[in-house]
C-alpha cells in the first residue's frame, strides 16, 4: 500500500466519519491487511457504481421531464433506440465487466496469504456463541488458550486456522481482513496484519442462533515487546492463592459447577465446555464482547446469565453472598 | 388485404349478445359454495391468488415492522432473541416464498389468457390444485408459526445449525415440509404456464408478439422446473435426516454442510430471477403505454430476459464466496453473475429510450414503473458489486446484502406488482383506482423504500452484520438505524394507502370501461371485467399492438370481433409453437371438487409426516391417489377436443414437463452422490461398492417391462385392445418383480441409512426410484382398468402414450442410478 493511496483512503474515510459514523469497525477505513486491499478495491467499484447509477437517474430524469408537445397519438417507436440499447446496455456493462474483473484478479493475487512462515500461527475456534483462541507452542506447555481476545502484534502477519466446535460460524474483523466462513468439517485458514496499534472489533458473521448478536471478539494489536509479553504471561499457570478469601473462592471454583465447563491451569480445574479462565482478570471483556470485564459484571453473570445472554451455555448459578464474594475475589487474581 | 380468419372446423361469427349469453351459460361459475370450492376459471383462481399473496405480504410487513421496533435503538429488549430469529425468517420466508412469487402467479393467471387470446388455461383443474396447495402449504406454515414453532433458521434454513442436534422441535420441520408442499404447487403451476404458452394462444400470436410479460413468465416456468428440485432434495435429505437419522450434512458421518449450501443456491439464485423476472416484463409492457409508444427493442428485451433466466442457473456460488472456495473459481461465479447486468442493461436501456423518445403520461401506474426502474438500477448496481469476489467478503451477510435484497424484491417485484395493480385492477373489477391517492401512494413508497433501505448499505459498510436481534450503543449504528426504522413506517404508511384505495375503488370508484388507459393489447378488446369466456370469438391477432393497429399502421391486421365460436360445450382454440397456426379445438374441463380434495389429501399426508402420525400420512396418500384417479377419468370435455393436424396434445407436453422437473430432481440427487463422495475422507462406499447379483438380473427386468409396454403402446396404435391389456399387465407384473427383488436386496445389505452418508444416499436415492416404480405401477393400474373398459381406441389414446412416456422415464433413470451406484464405483 502505498503512501499516496493510503491518504485517499484516508480522505474518503472521512466521508463515512462524517455521516456520524466514527469509531465503527467499518471496513472501509482498514487498519491493515488484507482489508486495506479490499477496501482500494471496494472504493473503486463504490465510485463506479454511483456513476453509472447517476448516469442512468439523469438519462431517466431527462426522459420524463424533457419538454415536449400533448400529442398522445401512439406513434412507431424511434430506430435510435436501437443506439440506447447497444451502447447503454451492451457496451457500457460490458466495459464495466471486463475492468472490474481485471481489478478482481489483481486484488485476489494481493489478498492471497503470502508464502512463507507467519509470524504468529493462531487457532480459532468458534463455539456458540464464544470464540476459543490457541497459540500453538513448541511444545504443548507452551499453548496458550484464551477466549474472545486475540492479542497479535503490529506488522506481524498471523494465520489463522479456523475451526467449527458446532454450527457454522464466520471469522470477521472488518478493519483487518474480510470474513472466512467457519466450517464443521471443513480446514479453512486465513490470514491477518494489522498496521497501527489498536483494538479492532471482530464479529461471528454467519447466522448461528439465539445468540448470534452477541458472539464478538477483539483482536488487539500491541507492539511485538508487548506482544511477546503477554505471550509468556498467558503461559503462566495461575497460582494457588494465599489470601483466606481467595482461597475459599479456590475451593468453591473447583468443588461447584464451575469446574466442570471451565479450565483453570493450577487449579485443577479441566472442563472443556466453557472458555479457559487462567488469566480471566486480564481480559477486557466478558460474555464475547458483551460486557466490561467488571466485578459487577461479573457477578451478574455468574448468579444469571441466562437473564444477561438468553440461550447462552453458561447456567444460572444462584449462590450465598459470602460464597459469591469470595468467587469473584479469586477470578480476580487470574491475572 | 384482410386478415385471413384461420378456419377451423366451426362457424365464423360475429360477436352479438345472443352469443355472450350462450357462451356465459357455459363458462359461468355456479353460484353458491360448492361452485366457488370446485371452479376452474383462471380468473377467480387468479383474484385468489392475488389476494391471498398480499395477505401474507402484511403479515410479512407487520413481522418487519416488529423487527424495525426491536432495532430503531441499540440494546433494547422488545423481543427475545428467539422471537427475533422466528420473526425475521418468517418475514424471509414469507415474502421470498408465500408473496413474491405467488403475487406474480396470480397476476399470471388472471392476465395470461387474456393477453394470449384464450378462454383459459392449458390445465384449468392443475391450476385450482395449485393455489389449493398454495394457500395450504402457507397455512401450514403459519399454523407453526402460531403454535410457537415458527422455522428460525433464516430463509436459507443453513446446516448444521438447523439439523436436530441444534434445532430440535417441530420449527425446521415446518420449514422443510411447508416449503415442498409449496415446491409442488409451484411446478405444477410452472408447468400449466409452459404448456399454456405453447398450446393455448390464439390463432396469429405467434412468439414474436408476445407481451414481455408473458415471455418471462414462461421465462421462470422453465427455471422452476429445473430450480425447484433442488430445494426439494435438499429438504428431503434435511427431513429425513431430522427424523430418520440420515446423514447428509453431518461432517462426522460423511456429510457435508456445503452440500446443503449448494443445492440451496442451486435452487435460490434463480428464484430470484423467478419472483423478478415476470414484474420486470410488465413493468416492460406498462412503460410502452404511458409513452405512446411501442416497447423500444422489443427483441432485445425479450432474449434479455431468456439469457437471464438461463444465466441465473450458472451464479449460484455468488453466495459462498466465504465458504473457503478456491478464489479462482469464485472469481469465475463472480464474472458471470457481473454478466448478468448486460440483459439488465438491454432492459433498462430500452425503457429509458421508450421513456425518452415517448411521450409519458403520468399516471399512478407509470410512475410506479418509472420508479421501479430507479430502484432496479440501484439494486442492479448494488448486486454487482457483491460479485467482486474480495470486496464480497466484506460485504457478505452484512447489513449492505439486506439493502440489495431490498431493492430487489421491493424495488423488482413490490413496484412494478403494485403498479400493475394499479393498471390491471380496473381490468379485473371494472372500477378504476384513486388518481390523487394513487399519486400519495407512490410517493409514500418511494421516499419510504429509499428512506428506509438506502442509510442499510451504509450500516453494511460500518460492519453491521445481518441477523442480530440487536446491537451495541456508541459504536456508530445508532442514527442509521432510527432512520431505517423510520423509513420502514413510512413506507407501510404508503402499502396502507394503497389498500384503502382499492377499498374505496371497489365501493365507489370511476367505472373502467373497457380501455381506460387506451392500451394497446388484447386484454383491452374485452369487458371490464372480462366475461367468463373471455372473448365472445376467439381473436386473429395481426400485430403485438392489436389495439393501436389503426393509428400505428393505418389499417387493422388483427380480426377481434369475427372469429371461430367454439361453444360446443367448454372449447378455446389450441395452435402451434412458435407461428400460432391453429392445431386443435380443446375441450376444457367443466368445475370439479377433484382439485380441492387432491390438495386437501396431499396436505393431510404432509400433516401427518410432520406429527409422525403414520395413519394420518396413509390416509392422504389413498385419498391422494384416488382423487387424482378421479380428476384424470376421462369425461365429457374430451369429446370436445378436436385434433386438427395430430400435432402434440397438451397432456404430452405436461407430461414431458413432469418428467423434465422429475428428471433434474435425480440429477440433482446423483450430484449430492458424487460431491460427497469426491470430499469423502474414507473409503466410498465405505464396504467396496454393492453387490452386483441381484441388481443385474433386476435391471434386465426393468428395462423388459419398458420393452411389454411399447409393445402395448403399438398394440394399441394398431387397433389391438387385447395387446394393450396384455401389455399393460406383463408391465405391471415386471414392475412389481422389479420392487420385491430391490426389497430382497434391502435386507440383505446389511447396512441401514444411518449408518453414514453413503448408506443414506444409496438408500434415498434408490427409494426415490422406487417411490417412482411404485407410482408409474399405480398409473398403470388406473389405465388397465380403463383399457378393460373399453376406453382406447388408435385415435383415443393420450393416456396410454402419457402413461408409458412416464414409465420409460423411470426406466432410463434407472440405467443412471444403476451406473451411478452400482458402476461408477468398481472403477474410482
Redesign the interface.
Known amino acids: 500500500m502505498t503512501q499516496m493511496s493510503t491518504t485517499r483512503l484516508g480522505t474518503v474515510s472521512l466521508l463515512l466519519i462524517s455521516l456520524g459514523c466514527a469509531g465503527a469497525p467499518s471496513f472501509m477505513a482498514p487498519h491493515g491487511a488484507p482489508a486495506d486491499t479490499e477496501a482500494s478495491l471496494g472504493w473503486g467499484v463504490t465510485i463506479v457504481a454511483i456513476v453509472i447509477t447517476l448516469l442512468v437517474f439523469g438519462l431517466l430524469l431527462l426522459g420524463l421531464l424533457r419538454r415536449r408537445d400533448y400529442d398522445t397519438t401512439p406513434k412507431h417507436a424511434s430506430n435510435r433506440s436501437i443506439v440506447w440499447i447497444m451502447v447503454g446496455g451492451v457496451l457500457l456493462p460490458a466495459v464495466v465487466l471486463v475492468v472490474v474483473t481485471g481489478f478482481t484478479m489483481r486484488t485476489l493475487h494481493v489478498v492471497a496469504e503470502p508464502a512463507g512462515n507467519a509470524d504468529v500461527r493462531v487457532q480459532v475456534i468458534a463455539h456458540r456463541w464464544w470464540w476459543e483462541i490457541k497459540y500453538l507452542g513448541a511444545t504443548p506447555d507452551l499453548m496458550v488458550v484464551t477466549a474472545n481476545e486475540m492479542h497479535i502484534p503490529v506488522h506481524g502477519r498471523v494465520h489463522v486456522e479456523l475451526i467449527a466446535a458446532d454450527v457454522i460460524h464466520s471469522f470477521w474483523v472488518p478493519q483487518l481482513a474480510g470474513k472466512m466462513d467457519v466450517i464443521p468439517g471443513q480446514h479453512n485458514t486465513t490470514w491477518l496484519r494489522a498496521d497501527s496499534a489498536g483494538i479492532y472489533r471482530g464479529e461471528c458473521a454467519e447466522f448461528c442462533g439465539a445468540q448470534h448478536a452477541h458472539m464478538d471478539f477483539m483482536v488487539v494489536a500491541e507492539p511485538p515487546a508487548a506482544f511477546a509479553n503477554w505471550l509468556s504471561g498467558q503461559r503462566t499457570v495461575a497460582a494457588v492463592p494465599t489470601d483466606s478469601l481467595d482461597l475459599a473462592g479456590y475451593n468453591t471454583f473447583r468443588v461447584s459447577a464451575c469446574a466442570a465447563c471451565h479450565t483453570i491451569r493450577g487449579a485443577d480445574a479441566f472442563g472443556k465446555v466453557g472458555p479457559e479462565l487462567t488469566h480471566l482478570a486480564s481480559r477486557r471483556t466478558i460474555a464475547a464482547g458483551m460486557l466490561p470485564n467488571t466485578r459487577g459484571n461479573l457477578a451478574a453473570w455468574i448468579v444469571n446469565a441466562q437473564s444477561i445472554k438468553p440461550g447462552v451455555g453458561m447456567p444460572a448459578l444462584p449462590m450465598a453472598a459470602a460464597q459469591e464474594q469470595a468467587l469473584l475475589a479469586y477470578l480476580s487474581t487470574l491475572r | 388485404m384482410a386478415t385471413q380468419i384461420p378456419s377451423f372446423p366451426a362457424s365464423v361469427v360475429t360477436e352479438s349478445r345472443e352469443i355472450d349469453e350462450r357462451l356465459e351459460r357455459i363458462w359461468e361459475t355456479p353460484p353458491g359454495i360448492v361452485g366457488q370450492l370446485s371452479t376452474v376459471d383462471h380468473k377467480i383462481i387468479g383474484k385468489r391468488y392475488l389476494v391471498t399473496a398480499f395477505l401474507f405480504f402484511i403479515l410479512g410487513g407487520l413481522e418487519a415492522a416488529v423487527m424495525r421496533a426491536q432495532l430503531a435503538r441499540p440494546e433494547q429488549h422488545l423481543l427475545?432473541?428467539?422471537a427475533y430469529?422466528q420473526l425475521f425468517t418468517m418475514h424471509g420466508t414469507t415474502m421470498i416464498f408465500l408473496f413474491a412469487a405467488p403475487i406474480l402467479s396470480g397476476f399470471s393467471n388472471y392476465m395470461w389468457p387474456l393477453l394470449i387470446g384464450s378462454r383459459d388455461m392449458a390445465f384449468p383443474k392443475l391450476n385450482a390444485v395449485s393455489y389449493w396447495l398454495f394457500l395450504a402449504a402457507g397455512t401450514f406454515i403459519y399454523g407453526g408459526a402460531l403454535t410457537g414453532h415458527a422455522p428460525d433458521?433464516?430463509w436459507f434454513n443453513?446446516t448444521?445449525?438447523t439439523g436436530p442436534q441444534?434445532s430440535p422441535g417441530l420449527n425446521i420441520d415446518i420449514y422443510a415440509l411447508g416449503l415442498v408442499l409449496l415446491g409442488i404447487s409451484t411446478t405444477v403451476g410452472a408447468i400449466n404456464f409452459i404448456v399454456t404458452i405453447i398450446k393455448l394462444r390464439a390463432p396469429g400470436m405467434s412468439i414474436n408478439r408476445l407481451p414481455i410479460f408473458v415471455w418471462s413468465t414462461m421465462t421462470i416456468s422453465m427455471s422452476i422446473i429445473f430450480a425447484i428440485p433442488a430445494l426439494t432434495v435438499a429438504l428431503a435429505f434435511l427431513f429425513l435426516e431430522r427424523r430418520f437419522g440420515f446423514h447428509f450434512f453431518d461432517?462426522?458421518a460423511g456429510?457435508?454442510?456445503?452440500l446443503w449450501q449448494h443445492l440451496f443456491w442451486i435452487f435460490g439464485h434463480p428464484w430470484v430471477y423467478i419472483v423478478v423476472l415476470p414484474s420486470i416484463g410488465m413493468a416492460s409492457d406498462v412503460i410502452?403505454q404511458f409513452c405512446?409508444?411501442?416497447?423500444?427493442?422489443y427483441a432485445?428485451v425479450a432474449m434479455?430476459t431468456v439469457a437471464t433466466g438461463v444465466l441465473g442457473f450458472g451464479v449460484w456460488v455468488h453466495h459462498m464466496f466465504?465458504?473457503?472456495i478456491p478464489?479462482?473459481s469464485a472469481?469465475f461465479f463472480?464474472?458471470a453473475g457481473?454478466?448478468i447486468?448486460?440483459p439488465?442493461?438491454?432492459?433498462?436501456?430500452?425503457w429509458?429510450?421508450?421513456?425518452?423518445?415517448?411521450?409519458?403520461?403520468f399516471r399512478t401506474p407509470f410512475l410506479f414503473m418509472?420508479g421501479f426502474?430507479?430502484l432496479f438500477?440501484?439494486g442492479g448496481?448494488?448486486g454487482?458489486?457483491t460479485a467482486?469476489?474480495?470486496?464480497?467478503?466484506?460485504?457478505?451477510?452484512?447489513y449492505f446484502i439486506v439493502a440489495h435484497i431490498h431493492y430487489v424484491l421491493i424495488g423488482m417485484n413490490v413496484f412494478p406488482v403494485i403498479g400493475a395493480f394499479y393498471y390491471w385492477l380496473p381490468k379485473m373489477t371494472g372500477r378504476l383506482l384513486n388518481e390523487r391517492l394513487g399519486k400519495w401512494n407512490f410517493w409514500l413508497m418511494f421516499i419510504g423504500v429509499n428512506v428506509g433501505f438506502f442509510p442499510m448499505h451504509?450500516l453494511g459498510?460500518?460492519?453491521m452484520?445481518?441477523?442480530?436481534?440487536?446491537?451495541p450503543a456508541?459504536?456508530?449504528?445508532d442514527?442509521?438505524n432510527l432512520i431505517v426504522s423510520l423509513g420502514a413506517y413510512l413506507f407501510a404508511i404508503g402499502v396502507l394507502l394503497f389498500i384503502i384505495n382499492v377499498v374505496i375503488s371497489l365501493r365507489s370508484g370511476q367505472p373502467a370501461g373497457d380501455n381506460p388507459w387506451?392500451a394497446?393489447t388484447l386484454e383491452w378488446s374485452t369487458s371490464s371485467p372480462p366475461p367468463s369466456y373471455n372473448f365472445a370469438v376467439i381473436p386473429t391477432i395481426g400485430s403485438r399492438?392489436p389495439l393501436?393497429e389503426g393509428?400505428?399502421f393505418g389499417k387493422m391486421k388483427s380480426v377481434l370481433s369475427r372469429g371461430p365460436l367454439l361453444a360446443e360445450g367448454r372449447q378455446t382454440a389450441g395452435t402451434s409453437m412458435l407461428d400460432a397456426e391453429p392445431q386443435f379445438i380443446l375441450g376444457m374441463p367443466s368445475d370439479t371438487l377433484w382439485p380441492l380434495i387432491a390438495a386437501a389429501s396431499l396436505s393431510a399426508l404432509f400433516v401427518g409426516l410432520l406429527l409422525s402420525a403414520w395413519s394420518l400420512v396413509a390416509v392422504g396418500g389413498v385419498t391422494t391417489f384416488v382423487s387424482v384417479a378421479g380428476w384424470l377419468w376421462p369425461r365429457a370435455e374430451m369429446a370436445r377436443t378436436e385434433s386438427l393436424d395430430g400435432g402434440r396434445s397438451s397432456g404430452w407436453w405436461g407430461t414431458v414437463c413432469l418428467i423434465a422437473t422429475e428428471a433434474a430432481f435425480f440429477a440433482y440427487l446423483l450430484t449430492s452422490y458424487f460431491y460427497l463422495a469426491s470430499r469423502s475422507t474414507f473409503a466410498w462406499p465405505p464396504a467396496g461398492p454393492p453387490s452386483l447379483r441381484l441388481v443385474v438380473p433386476n435391471t434386465l427386468i426393468l428395462l423388459a417391462s419398458s420393452g411389454t409396454m411399447i409393445w402395448a403402446d403399438r398394440g394399441i396404435r394398431s387397433g389391438s385392445r387385447a395387446r394393450l391389456r396384455a401389455g399393460l399387465l406383463l408391465t405391471f407384473l415386471l414392475g412389481v418383480v422389479f420392487l420385491a427383488i430391490q426389497a430382497i436386496e434391502y435386507r440383505s445389505k446389511g447396512t441401514v441409512p444411518g449408518d453414514n452418508a453413503y448408506s443414506s444416499l444409496f438408500f434415498t436415492i434408490t427409494g426415490f426410484h422406487g417411490a417412482h416404480v411404485a407410482v408409474g405401477l399405480l398409473m398403470i393400474a388406473v389405465t388397465s382398468v380403463r383399457a378393460w373398459l373399453g376406453h382406447f381406441s388408435p385415435e383415443k389414446r393420450f393416456a396410454v402414450t402419457n402413461v408409458a412416456l412416464y414409465w420409460h422415464f423411470v426406466d432410463a433413470v434407472w440405467l443412471f442410478v444403476f451406473t451411478a451406484l452400482y458402476l461408477v464405483p468398481r472403477a474410482w
Open positions: 427475545s432473541p428467539e430469529n433458521g433464516g443453513y448444521p445449525l441444534y461432517p462426522g456429510g457435508s454442510p456445503l410502452p405512446r409508444r411501442p416497447l423500444a427493442g432485445f434479455a466465504a465458504t473457503g478464489p479462482i472469481t463472480g464474472a457481473m454478466l447486468s448486460i439488465s442493461g438491454v432492459s433498462v436501456f430500452a429509458l429510450a421508450t421513456i425518452y423518445y415517448g411521450k409519458p403520461v418509472a426502474i430507479a438500477v440501484i448496481v448494488n454487482v458489486m467482486v469476489v474480495p470486496f464480497d467478503w466484506q460485504l457478505t451477510d452484512t451504509i459498510l460500518l460492519g452484520p445481518r441477523r442480530i436481534y440487536t446491537y456508541g459504536i456508530g449504528w442514527t442509521s387506451d394497446s399492438d393501436w393509428r400505428l
